[in-house]
């Protein structure tokens, strides 16, 4: 893998933003990044934290998007989610929890099954 550039990004937190020169790489593979490579990221994610994103979507349990949108405006830094990302956020949070839970009864289904 070699060194092909880099380009700036924003950083979202609980705590605020701040803008980070990301790192290319490529290679016989394809091309990749810093944060893709190192796994702190998944590919197509974009770059929130995980605190961000537990605090968004806590509080769109309690209150509309639009209403967590300006909470996270007012609470952490001027850090700027539209509604549209909370709800894709949520989604993805939704579908993690599910596959947790699908292993946990599976794998609870199987020792019944045992004993």
């Not at 909370?86 to 199987?110: C, M, N, P, R, Y």
Request: include cysteine; hydrophobic fraction near 35%; proline fraction near 1%.
């Amino acid at each position: 893998m070699r060194s092909n550039g880099t380009y700036p990004v924003k950083v979202k937190t609980i705590n605020g933003s701040f803008d980070f020169e990301l790192n290319r790489f490529k290679s016989d593979k394809g091309s990749t990044n810093f944060f893709i490579s190192s796994g702190i990221f998944q590919k197509g994610e974009s770059y929130e934290s995980n605190k961000l994103k537990d605090f968004v979507s806590y509080y769109a349990t309690k209150m509309s998007y639009e209403m967590v949108s300006e909470l996270t405006m007012e609470r952490c830094g001027g850090v700027s989610i539209s509604d549209q990302h909370i709800q894709q956020i949520v989604i993805e949070k939704v579908a993690k929890v599910g596959l947790l839970q699908d292993t946990f009864i599976k794998k609870a289904s199987l020792v019944n099954f045992l004993f």
